[in-house]
């Protein structure tokens, strides 16, 4: 048996190139998938001419947050809000697994739960469209937009528009894999 003095140490850099590698895979997915998640969230808050397009990440079962956001103003600003744990639950969940598109006009005078109402108003909403981000193993996310100064009434063409933008990041490698 040959013994190399350097065999250990080429083993141990190749590991750690292995390693940065990885790492690097990692960085591109994530920066790739960001600026997908970026560039649809602002084209739809121009294209529908809304106050603000969010897209709320589901991280654990139905705990999530607001991880991308395009605003009209930075005062509208809700990243990083999570939503109230008592009124996001598994009914609503199976809604939304199960393809539910929700299109509020007016949170004042739709009839929804005091709780979504609240955090809704809190949150300075006062038209509501959201359509949800499945990806084959299940509700990856919500996309949401909100118009926050007056009523809105959502056309056909807004809700299909939010459709395309929520199948245009289910299906992208970089989501799937994430």
Request: aromatic share 8%; hydrophobic share 35%; charged share 20%.
């Amino acid at each position: 048996m040959q013994i190399h003095p350097h065999s250990e140490f080429n083993h141990s850099r190749d590991r750690h190139q292995q390693g940065l590698q990885q790492l690097l895979d990692r960085l591109v997915i994530s920066i790739e998938r960001n600026e997908l998640v970026r560039q649809t969230t602002n084209q739809l808050r121009e294209s529908l001419q809304v106050d603000r397009v969010v897209l709320y990440y589901f991280y654990s079962q139905w705990q999530g947050q607001v991880t991308f956001e395009s605003l009209s103003s930075k005062e509208l600003s809700i990243l990083g809000s999570t939503g109230p744990d008592d009124c996001f639950n598994n009914e609503y969940a199976a809604l939304y697994l199960a393809g539910r598109v929700r299109a509020i006009a007016d949170i004042e005078l739709e009839p929804i739960q005091p709780c979504h109402r609240d955090f809704l108003s809190n949150m300075q909403v006062r038209a509501n469209l959201v359509v949800p981000i499945l990806i084959p193993r299940g509700l990856w996310g919500l996309l949401a937009a909100h118009h926050c100064q007056e009523p809105h009434y959502w056309s056909p063409s807004d809700i299909e528009m939010m459709q395309i933008g929520a199948q245009t990041l289910a299906t992208d490698r970089n989501i799937l894999e994430s």
